[in-house]
C-alpha cells in the first residue's frame, strides 16, 4: 500500500504560478512511475506528466509542455508539480498517483524507453486530489 497525500492547490489568476507536492508514505523508489493526472467536471481523466523514479525523460502531455515541470525529492519522499504561465483550461481537480512498482521486467522497460511509458492503467495508488482553480 502506498499513501499519497497532496497539497499546494488554490485559485490563481490567469499567467501566475503554482507548485503542487505530493507526500509518499514509503521510499520514491518503491514505485516505478508516478505522476500528476487532472480531471475537469464533465471530462476523462488526464495525465499531465510522469517520471520514471529512477531518472531520465518525463512524459508531458501536450496540453501542459513547455508550462509544467515534474520533480522528485527522494530524500524528501515527495513529487512536486510546478505549474507556471497557468490558463483557465487548467482549472480542475489535480490528482498525484504511483504505480507501486511491479516485475523488474517492466522496470527494465520503463528505464530503458522512460516515462512515456507509465500509462494511465499502470497508476493503482492515489492521492485525495487539490483543486487548481485559474480565473481571469
Known amino acids: 500500500q502506498v499513501d499519497l497525500v497532496e497539497s499546494g492547490g488554490g485559485s490563481v489568476q490567469a499567467g501566475g504560478s503554482l507548485r503542487l507536492s505530493c507526500v509518499t508514505s514509503?521510499?520514491?523508489?518503491?514505485?516505478?512511475?508516478m505522476g500528476w493526472f487532472r480531471q475537469a467536471p464533465g471530462k476523462e481523466r488526464e495525465e499531465i506528466a510522469a517520471v520514471y523514479t529512477g531518472g531520465g525523460d518525463p512524459y508531458y502531455a501536450d496540453s501542459v509542455k513547455g508550462r509544467f515541470t515534474i520533480s522528485q525529492d527522494n530524500a524528501k519522499n515527495t513529487l512536486y508539480l510546478q505549474m507556471n504561465n497557468l490558463k483557465l483550461e487548467d482549472t480542475a481537480m489535480y490528482y498525484c498517483?504511483?504505480?507501486?512498482?511491479?516485475?523488474?521486467?517492466?522496470?527494465?522497460?520503463?528505464?530503458?524507453?522512460?516515462?512515456?511509458?507509465?500509462?494511465?492503467?499502470?497508476?493503482?495508488?492515489w492521492g485525495q486530489g487539490t483543486q487548481v482553480t485559474v480565473s481571469s
Open positions: 498517483a504511483a504505480d507501486g512498482g511491479g516485475p523488474k521486467e517492466r522496470m527494465v522497460v520503463i528505464q530503458a524507453l522512460g516515462a512515456k511509458m507509465c500509462g494511465s492503467s499502470d497508476f493503482h495508488y
Open positions: 514509503g521510499s520514491i523508489y518503491s514505485s516505478y512511475c
